[in-house]
């Protein structure tokens, strides 16, 4: 079961629609905007490469700042995963000079540089993952940016992280449990638990694919050794594998086709993820799951606004470590918008990695979203 958890986060916010000054202030954005755009003060943190970066070395530019902590069991991987994506449609938008992503990190103890080296090489994250060797310059930081760690939280990754025992595959009847996830074109997502005995011998993919399908009876078609259609879902859909690693396990692209790649050699999850779908959104394998379609409805709003405008409520559906916020700054260096939780649900009836995106093209272009001409598109839904 996931467990619900209520994280304080005290930030400067306030409602859109005041009056406010200069050209690029009357804007319309998707996220939470600042009433007031805060002025932030800089720092000179140190990434994965052993270069120090400054805040000021991107004056000029829209930043995306984020904290997070590579060892991180849950929604660290989501937030910093549909970062990933965002930053693979800069380009499309016309904005990969202007825009820079920051992450830094809630776990100074373990995020040495070599660690930060060896987590974003092994992800396929290029943009700067910030550290520092004296935690207390990394504590000022947080202070500044209102960011409250929960060091419990932290401190008990640092024995349980990659152990899940209590996710180890096996039901209290001995059989052995696989997933297999997808995420459908309108990037819905599903996970289907398999059951396989002892003696299952060699399965690859596309048996475990047609196995899920029959055990929860689901209407697919096959073509070329690849899947075609899911629960009347038509799609080109393309295989993907859970990535073991002591940390940071995550899903990838598979190397090999279905009917090569094993399951227990391979892989002990696949799943199967619609062309320009966001393959994000796949459930962690090692999680508790349940075979449910679902479009995210039920968690298409995680805030709830108390009577202080300088205080917002979040409901996160796991255990974190930190409030999960991502701000997003202006060329002068103002917070002007925040966003809570992964970025993977639905707001008014669109994903919310596109609406952030949006809100990156219209601080950009300093105009709203809604015009014409800002340039963006969206992935398919």
Request: aromatic content about 6%; charged content about 20%.
């Amino acid at each position: 079961m996931k467990k619900i958890v209520a994280v304080l986060i005290v930030l400067s916010l306030g409602l859109v629609g005041c009056t406010r000054q200069g050209d690029n202030d009357d804007l319309d954005f998707n996220g939470t905007e600042y009433r007031n755009p805060l002025s932030v003060g800089d720092f000179t943190l140190t990434d994965q490469n052993g270069q120090d970066v400054s805040l000021s070395d991107f004056e000029g530019k829209v930043v995306v700042v984020m904290f997070t902590y590579t060892h991180c069991p849950d929604i660290c991987l989501a937030v910093e995963n549909n970062m990933a994506y965002i930053d693979s449609k800069l380009d499309d938008n016309g904005i990969e000079n202007n825009v820079v992503i920051l992450s830094i990190s809630i776990d100074p103890a373990r995020d040495t540089v070599e660690r930060l080296s060896e987590y974003t090489t092994d992800m396929g994250f290029d943009w700067p993952h910030l550290t520092s060797s004296n935690h207390s310059e990394l504590q000022a930081v947080w202070d500044d940016w209102n960011v409250v760690v929960n060091n419990s939280h932290i401190n008990s990754d640092h024995s349980s992280h990659g152990d899940h025992s209590d996710h180890d595959g096996h039901s209290g009847h001995g059989d052995m449990v696989h997933k297999l996830g997808v995420v459908f074109p309108d990037n819905t997502t599903i996970t289907y638990d398999v059951n396989y005995s002892s003696d299952m011998g060699s399965v690859h993919a596309l048996n475990h694919s047609m196995n899920a399908f029959m055990q929860h009876d689901v209407m697919h078609s096959v073509e070329n050794d690849s899947v075609t259609s899911i629960a009347m879902n038509d799609a080109a859909y393309e295989l993907y594998m859970w990535h073991e690693m002591d940390s940071g396990s995550h899903w990838m692209k598979a190397s090999k086709n279905a009917t090569e790649s094993l399951l227990m050699q391979d892989s002990n999850h696949f799943a199967w993820v619609a062309t320009d779908a966001n393959a994000s959104l796949l459930m962690d394998p090692t999680m508790d799951s349940e075979s449910d379609h679902s479009d995210h409805s039920d968690h298409s709003d995680h805030s709830d606004h108390s009577d202080s405008d300088d205080v917002i409520i979040v409901e996160e559906p796991y255990l974190v470590g930190h409030g999960t916020v991502v701000f997003i700054l202006d060329e002068e260096s103002r917070k002007r918008v925040a966003w809570t939780g992964d970025l993977s649900n639905r707001k008014n009836g669109e994903m919310e990695v596109d609406l952030f995106l949006e809100d990156l093209v219209t601080l950009v272009h300093g105009s709203s979203h809604s015009s014409d001409d800002s340039g963006h598109e969206h992935h398919n839904h």
